[in-house]
């Protein structure tokens, strides 16, 4: 059975920097689409990024300020969010996919706020 464990999240001032990374265990890490997903309060999940075959996609809103990336060696992806706002306050949450088969973690918190 896949696993997998969000870490990073926090308190960060506007214009500040986190890195979140998820790490995977329990499943063969190359063969999955892997994605960051956030949930607001009060609204729905929206995909953040997403890394499949060398290809990533970005949401719009954050496109230039958020990376997605994977380790294969340490089986993690990580999520290097710059330049954040308050509207990008939200519970961030890793998912595994591949076919029907679909892993999620926890998600950790994280919160844009002066």
């Known amino acids: 059975q896949g696993k997998l464990v969000e870490s990073g999240g926090g308190l960060v001032q506007p214009g500040g920097s986190l890195r979140l990374s998820c790490a995977a265990s329990?499943?063969?890490?190359?063969?999955?689409?892997m994605s960051w997903y956030r949930q607001a309060p009060d609204k729905g999940r929206e995909l953040v990024a997403t890394?499949?075959?060398?290809?990533?996609k970005y949401l719009d809103s954050v496109k230039g300020r958020f990376t997605i990336s994977r380790d294969v060696g340490t089986n993690t992806v990580y999520l290097q969010m710059n330049s954040l706002k308050p509207e990008d306050t939200a519970v961030y949450s890793c998912?595994?996919?591949?076919?029907?088969?679909?892993?999620w973690g926890k998600g950790t918190q994280v919160t844009v706020s002066s």
């Open positions: 998912n595994a996919r591949r076919f029907e088969v679909n892993y």
């Open positions: 329990g499943f063969s890490f190359t063969l999955y689409v």
């Open positions: 890394s499949v075959g060398g290809t990533t």
